[in-house]
């Protein structure tokens, strides 16, 4: 059966129109939770619009039409009304992370380059530490008060609302251009796929700045007048059990998370007192291969509480595609065995087409980016957008099983990073996180690993290298065994593949 369309009159109305909706009634808009505690920090629809109003009068003040702001703040409220009131301003926001850390900083560096954006807005904390640009402290600005307000920006719904800037794990990050109409049809095929409305709860930890995080956790609350109830990344890295509670106190909740959170959650599940879980609507796992072993884990270690098979949704989608393309339904999770390799589907699609062209996943729909900011490129030739991920449909579901700039060929056969990565793993109780990539030297095209290892020794590496050439019946060109942290990731949290490579084959090469 075709998936349903994106109604006409969603594709027609822009996104702060709910958002001026929503201000009709008293009630609970945004939560931010912080811990120790833990506590509740809240604002309600009514002060939501008060404080949007505020930054696009500022805005306003500072920039012109269509000129992009970029948003670099904690994860906190200041955060939303932030984005929130950058596109009240009619102008076009760019959600940034901190600027913490080497790659922090570069990263953010590399997006004010592209977006050259006008204007900044961020937190008190990093006044100082943001690229030069007219820099507004989002705790500094004022609410606007009904009798003082300005209506919303007249924009066409094919404006650009937001750049999305990829997490950069096999290129160079680069801006998707996300429109107010796919903004609202990727909200309207959230909430049509889990079955949520006014009364359901979003709630989550994952990144604003990360397109999961963004529509989930800001984007689909505005577009249904619900609830969301967030804290930030490093608060779930400290203790993965927070996400558990406090999907346990919100009844009817939807969720979502990168596949490597599942698995901390259920390590550390021996820990977790009583909690009823039995009430979770889903639980969405994206962003990163949706991994077999994890799926059974996650239920062995959350069924005793209650959580419902059901729940646990994996899911597939793409920044380019403003975030959502496939989930599963109410079945939950279907493994499968294909060619003796254990796939987990993502279901399918909602509000928009898949189809599959010489193994590649390609997508077509409302929800679709528009191009990369800056360039010439077109992101949908002839309507399709061209993922980069390979994949199949069995029995009207998508399987994902790798990269197409990923895939390592030796001798002529094709091997995907992840099912090497996967058997790494499985070799040694101390293997955490995994990075497989290809290689070429005076033999040729081949396969090296980097495995983050809890107590890396000489048997460490004997199990690594017997199982992958049994399993794939290849000899590794070179392993090397890291602390666990060590491992690049992306900001979304994948093992950035092209980052190890070249940190140490790079490194490798240059020193021969």
Request: proline share 8%; charged share 20%; with cysteine.
């Amino acid at each position: 059966m075709p998936p349903a369309a994106v109604p006409d009159d969603v594709l027609t109305t822009p996104f702060t129109d709910y958002l001026l909706r929503n201000a009709g009634v008293e009630r609970p808009a945004f939560t931010c939770r912080t811990f120790p505690g833990p506590a509740d920090h809240t604002l309600t629809w009514p002060q939501v619009l008060a404080r949007v109003r505020g930054v696009a009068r500022e805005l306003r003040r500072v920039t012109r039409p269509g000129d992009r702001v970029a948003i670099v703040a904690r994860q906190d409220l200041g955060y939303v009304t932030a984005f929130l009131g950058t596109l009240y301003a009619g102008r076009v926001a760019v959600p940034l992370s901190v600027p913490t850390g080497r790659t922090g900083r570069a990263r953010i560096e590399s997006a004010f380059a592209d977006a050259t954006p006008a204007a900044c807005l961020t937190s008190k904390d990093f006044l100082d530490q943001v690229p030069p640009a007219t820099v507004l402290a989002v705790e500094d600005i004022a609410d606007v008060e009904p009798g003082d307000a300005e209506p919303p920006a007249a924009v066409a719904m094919t404006d650009p609302a937001y750049l999305q800037y990829t997490s950069g794990s096999t290129r160079r990050p680069a801006g998707a251009v996300i429109s107010h109409r796919a903004l609202v049809a990727a909200c309207w095929q959230t909430t049509r796929c889990y079955h949520a409305d006014a009364s359901t709860p979003l709630a989550g930890w994952v990144p604003f700045f990360h397109d999961m995080g963004l529509v989930l956790l800001i984007g689909t609350p505005v577009f249904l007048g619900s609830r969301s109830v967030f804290f930030t990344p490093m608060e779930f890295v400290r203790d993965p059990l927070r996400w558990i509670r406090l999907l346990a106190g919100l009844p009817g909740v939807v969720s979502a998370a990168p596949n490597f959170a599942f698995d901390l959650a259920a390590e550390a599940a021996e820990d977790l007192e009583a909690v009823d879980l039995s009430r979770v609507n889903s639980v969405l796992n994206g962003s990163e291969p949706v991994r077999a072993a994890t799926v059974e884990a996650f239920e062995r270690a959350f069924a005793p509480f209650g959580l419902p098979r059901a729940a646990h949704k994996p899911c597939y989608g793409l920044a380019e595609a403003t975030v959502f393309v496939t989930s599963a339904g109410a079945e939950g999770p279907t493994v499968r065995v294909f060619d003796g390799e254990q796939r987990v589907s993502v279901g399918r699609p909602y509000g928009q087409r898949v189809r599959i062209v010489d193994k590649e996943i390609q997508v077509s729909g409302p929800n679709v980016a528009d191009g990369y900011w800056g360039r010439d490129d077109v992101i949908a030739p002839g309507g399709w957008l061209r993922t980069g991920d390979l994949g199949f449909v069995h029995d009207g579901e998508l399987y994902v099983t790798g990269r197409l700039k990923d895939l390592i060929i030796v001798d002529g056969r094709n091997h995907h990073p992840q099912d090497i990565e996967a058997t790494v793993e499985a070799a040694h109780p101390g293997i955490r996180r995994v990075a497989a990539f290809a290689v070429r030297d005076g033999h040729g095209e081949g396969v090296a690993v980097v495995a983050g290892c809890t107590a890396p020794d000489a048997s460490v590496e004997t199990a690594v290298r017997r199982a992958v050439s049994a399993a794939h019946d290849l000899p590794l060109r070179a392993l090397w065994l890291v602390r666990p942290g060590e491992v690049p990731r992306t900001s979304s949290g994948k093992v950035s593949r092209t980052a190890a490579r070249e940190r140490w084959w790079g490194e490798n090469e240059r020193h021969g």
